[in-house]
């Protein structure tokens, strides 16, 4: 038991200071679309009768085109929520990093109606902080180690925990002393909202290795089927709409959520239009699968099948996040955070006063006078 306590003590607080900051950043994110709808300026379609048929992308790419002659059209996202595109555009073929031109444009209309700003507004800082520290993949790794050592915790207080509150009826609060009562408010706490810390723990850690996975299954994927085309010239895609339309047909349980062109960039094929479906369901939003379709002939076309652990990272990742059940599923989620914050507090504050104790105790001892008797 002792080694138990030693390991949930040293656990928690290594990974004390960065579950702060998660749990700080974190709370925010939840209500990351409300938030971002509230304080961005976005650019919005305007009102037109319902059922107005919308035009192909091939046009809608095309007005982009125009705009910005110069630029290689990258990819296109589809808005799921209003009829807009976004035509994302870059100087070179092979796109650098803060040189994107986002162009929105009305699928009805073909009209561009503004570009994205390429800042960063508050919720991206946020995310940013969240993700990787501002650090890029060293930082995602590190907090991830970060949430593999706060899974010890969790298990290590668990252990800690169980024969402790054999001898108390559960929910029992004393309040013979300040830290006698925050100890148990520590210990109903985490023991309440342990299941929830626990899967958001492990589910961030796997989310940290997002950009590895994504790395290893390209690599053990992508060379055989691009094999064929190597050497061969960028394919012009002789209809973006005709690809769409062949997936769509192909896979109508899934919805058109971007389409990649032809590309040498790592997230692209040469010789393919790459169209990115993902599920109909608020949980099945999130899980994204790739379609390979030849720019010169939509009806041939590949679907490269995904593995076991980018599948488990697509799940792990509305379960972090909390956002398949729509808003009150946020609220219990922001409420198990702030929760979780409080176990965060009060168990630096068990740690810092158990030791203060400690000392004052030994120098008690030490100042107390010494009686030697006859």
């Given amino acids: ?172 609060v004393r309040d013979r002393s300040t830290r006698l009562k925050w100890l148990d408010m520590h210990n109903l706490l985490g023991i309440v909202t342990v299941s929830w810390t626990l899967a958001v723990g492990v589910t961030g850690t796997i989310n940290t290795l997002a950009v590895p996975l994504f790395d290893l299954w390209r690599a053990q994927t992508m060379p055989a089927l691009l094999a064929p085309y190597q050497g061969k010239p960028l394919a012009e895609a002789a209809s973006v709409e005709a690809a769409v339309d062949a997936v769509r047909t192909a896979f109508p349980d899934r919805l058109v959520a971007s389409v990649t062109m032809p590309t040498t960039a790592r997230f692209g094929s040469p010789q393919h239009v790459i169209v990115w479906t993902k599920g109909r369901t608020p949980f099945t939003a999130r899980m994204f699968t790739p379609v390979m379709v030849d720019a010169r002939d939509s009806a041939k076309m590949v679907a490269p099948q995904l593995a076991w652990y980018l599948r488990a990272l697509q799940v792990s990742r509305p379960l972090h996040f909390g956002d398949y059940g729509g808003l009150p599923l946020k609220i219990i989620w922001a409420l198990l955070d702030v929760i979780t914050i409080i176990v965060l507090c ?21 100042a107390a006078p010494v009686t030697v008797s006859p």
């Fill in 346 to 366: 009060s168990g630096l504050y068990l740690w810092a006063a158990k030791r203060w104790g400690s000392k004052r105790r030994l120098a008690s001892v030490v």
């Fill in 1 to 172: 038991m002792r080694l138990w306590i030693q390991v949930h003590t040293w656990t928690s607080l290594i990974s004390m200071i960065f579950l702060l900051m998660l749990c700080l950043t974190g709370l925010p994110l939840i209500f990351h679309d409300e938030i971002s709808h509230y304080l961005e300026d976005e650019i919005s379609a305007p009102a037109m009768p319902p059922g107005t048929p919308v035009l192909p992308l091939d046009r809608l790419i095309a007005s982009a085109r125009q705009q910005l002659p110069e630029q290689y059209v990258m990819f296109v996202a589809v808005k799921e929520t209003e009829p807009l595109v976004v035509v994302a555009m870059s100087p070179t073929a092979i796109p650098v990093p803060g040189q994107f031109h986002r162009l929105t444009v009305d699928t009805r209309t073909g009209v561009v109606l503004g570009e994205e700003p390429p800042r960063q507004d508050v919720m991206d800082i946020i995310l940013r902080m969240h993700r990787d520290m501002f650090t890029g993949l060293p930082g995602e790794l590190f907090l991830g180690l970060m949430g593999l050592v706060f899974a010890a915790s969790i298990v290590s207080g668990v252990v800690v925990y169980w024969p402790f509150m054999r001898r108390l009826q559960f929910g029992t």
